[in-house]
């Protein structure tokens, strides 16, 4: 079999950014399909509680497991830096590395995320008629974790060589199984939100069968060979310097959206439901402008490794510019059809629809600055450092939405939805200032030293 590495250290960038990106987009929509799936079914077949129950999960579940996904983050970025500067040997040490660890750290968020979620969903403040069904589904959720875990690893370690298409080839197989068994288990069985979990753990551990298959089947450095899987100290600990940050601001990000989702969650089920509603909407504009996030960790890796700033300059312009106009695009769009889009999730529940339509015009519209942030982030992250992404984003994000809810929306008078989803927009702009700026002065300083 072919080698499958692309070289992103020569050529056109914007032709190979756009086309290395789309299947990103691709993919990550398909994940969101999953859980979009899965509220639709319960949504059409179990009514309001059902979808209040699955929606209630996703930011508990997302800090749990965002702090392991920010390991793949890791290795991505490890092996593209190899791949750039021609170590290829570091390369398999990283590989053989990675999947191990994916593996250890899928058992461990096992145990937590089955052992743990009703007294998460608990602290959370989830009401006492959505918390038995939120824990049956996160329990459930969790059995499946290790499979979405070797699945990330090993698609990072693909999209490090430049192989964007075989990722969105997986999930897409595993996202018709998915739906197929959502169906199944709902509609036949009868089996609520178990059916829906369990539909979404058995289509994960399709798409890690066929990452590990892809990569076994890999001719370059980047192959795998399943009795040579050990942990490498050193490329582990590169591992664990690039993607521990990346997993803290991820788990970070994701504790900010707890307490917002807790505050939600005072407002009752109905509000619980459109909140749901919208945020699933808003993740396929956020996958798409989160693509472009992928792609300026791994372009800026191969030629931070290839010694190349003056292209990773160019990176930049291509990618803020890029993530822009998809973000724009996108967030208006979702928001001028939102009562259509929100109706295929709670249809006939106007209620619902109406608290949708406010988050989706003020997270929806002005989402393209979410998306700038991301790929100044992962700009500076594709040269190597962690450290400084995350403690600006613990600052400006995670610290800006906890004062701003335990200040300004602690007031009677601003106690509202208007008031709590505003505190995004304020955050993702504070941080993409201040991100950018750091990512100048890293780069002038690269040039430097190269001199």
Partial sequence: MRSNTSDLTEGSLLKKIILYTIPIILTGILQLLFNAADLVVVGRYCGRVSVAAV???????????????????????????????????????????????????GLLLTGVGVLGSR????????????????????????CGITASMIYNFGSAILRAAGDTK????????????????????????????????????????????LVVRALMKREDACRLELRKMHFYSSQLKRIIQIGFPAGIQGSLFSISNVIIQSSVNS????????????????????????????????????????????????????????VFVTGFSLGTAARFFGKNLLSIYIPGDDEAIAVG??????????????????????????????????????????????????????????????????????????TFVVELIVFIVLLRKYKKQLK
């Fill in 55 to 105: 929606g209630a999960t996703g930011a508990i579940i997302n800090l749990i497991v965002n702090l392991f996904i920010g390991l793949s983050v890791g290795a991505g970025v490890t092996v593209a830096h190899g791949l750039g500067a021609g170590r290829f040997e570091d390369v398999r040490r990283t590989v053989h590395t990675a999947i191990p660890t994916a593996i250890v750290s």
């Fill in 119 to 142: 007294t998460f969903l608990s602290l959370m403040g989830t009401p006492d008629n959505v918390i038995g069904l939120s824990s049956v589904y996160m329990q459930i959720y969790f």
């Fill in 166 to 209: 075989s990722p969105l080839f997986f999930l897409t197989a595993a996202g018709i199984l998915n739906v197929l068994l959502n169906l199944f288990f709902v509609i036949v069985l009868k089996m609520n939100v178990a059916g829906v979990a369990l539909a979404t753990t058995l289509s994960q551990f399709l798409s890690a069968g």
């Fill in 267 to 322: 407002f009752g089920e109905v509000v619980m439901s459109g909140n749901a509603a919208a945020g699933n909407i808003e993740g396929f504009v956020y996958m798409s402008m989160n693509a472009y996030s992928q792609t300026s960790i791994n372009f800026t890796g191969q030629n931070h490794g290839a010694r190349k700033p003056d292209r990773i300059r160019r990176i930049m312009f291509i990618c803020l510019i890029s």
């Fill in 357 to 430: 339509i406010i988050r989706m015009t003020y997270i929806c519209v002005p989402y393209f600055l979410c998306g700038l942030m991301d790929v100044t982030t992962g700009l500076i992250r594709g040269m190597g450092h962690s450290m400084l992404p995350m403690i600006i984003s613990i600052a400006g994000v995670c610290g800006m939405r906890i004062l701003w809810i335990f200040t300004v929306f602690r007031m009677p008078k601003y106690h509202t939805l208007q008031c709590l989803y505003l505190s995004y927009t304020i955050s993702w702009s504070l």
